[in-house]
């Protein structure tokens, strides 16, 4: 029972570095979502993907992008990292967007990428 | 007002002990509720989803009260193993785009104390 994947779980970048996060969902789910987290912050949405293709800039989407491969994979790119992306960043899937039953917008979240931009 | 309060903590308490915690949350429309638990270093995990009657599972008891905006999580018999972050999480319910995001609270930190 896999659940959640993300890829790589830790990585250091220098300022202007270009990388992409991946992440797998096993459990069939429509819905995706990439968040951060950070101390005194609290989790904050980036972009998610109601269903596959289609993709929609959350709460603080400025420096990323993303793409909704397949049903099952939602990546997030940063194009030029900045100190300000040093995070630990969260994907996490749910059966359905939470705007239908309680139970299918439960979101199942992965173990989380810890990112460091110097 | 921010969207969703919690009282950060820490809450320090000893093994035994019973526990609240209480959050707020702004939008009067929001349609559902939930407590995740987030272990240190760890991604959040659900604890419980909310209903509006109350519910409880085992040793964890959830309030909903819509008139005043809050929702509460009671642990009874608090464990060393409860030791987490609590985190309140709301539905909105903006509808259109809006509605597919959830607001996090920042979370109560609890330690259980031998």
């Known amino acids: 029972n896999a659940g959640v994947t993300q890829t790589p779980k830790f990585q250091v970048l220098k300022t202007g570095q270009s990388m992409t996060l991946q992440c797998a969902q096993d459990?069939?789910?429509?819905?995706m979502y990439w968040y951060r987290q950070d101390p005194g912050m609290g989790l904050r949405l980036i972009y998610y993907s109601a269903s596959e293709g289609t993709t929609d800039k959350g709460e603080v989407p400025n420096g990323y992008n993303v793409s909704r491969l397949n049903k099952r994979e939602f990546s997030l790119r940063l194009e030029s990292a900045a100190p300000s992306q040093t995070s630990v960043y969260f994907c996490?899937?749910?059966?359905?967007?939470?705007?239908?039953?309680?139970?299918?917008?439960?979101?199942?979240f992965g173990a989380g990428t810890r990112l460091s931009v110097l | 007002r921010k969207e969703v309060e919690q009282d950060p903590g820490p809450f320090n308490v000893p093994e035994g002990a019973t526990v609240a915690f209480n959050c707020t949350y702004s939008?009067?429309?929001?349609?559902?509720f939930f407590w995740y638990r987030q272990d240190c270093r760890k991604e959040p995990k659900l604890l419980m989803s909310?209903?509006?009657s109350g519910n409880e599972d085992g040793r964890f008891t959830a309030q909903l009260n819509r008139a005043s905006q809050y929702i509460s999580l009671l642990i009874r018999d608090s464990k060393l193993s409860d030791s987490a972050t609590y985190l309140c999480?709301?539905?909105?319910?903006?509808?259109?785009?809006?509605?597919?995001?959830?607001?996090f609270g920042k979370g109560t930190k609890l330690s259980v104390i031998p």
């Open positions: 996490a899937s749910s059966e359905q967007p939470p705007v239908t039953s309680l139970a299918k917008n439960i979101q199942y």
């Open positions: 999480v709301v539905n909105p319910g903006r509808g259109g785009a809006g509605s597919y995001q959830l607001t």
């Open positions: 459990m069939n789910h429509n819905s």
């Open positions: 939008n009067s429309a929001s349609q559902s």
């Open positions: 909310v209903y509006s």
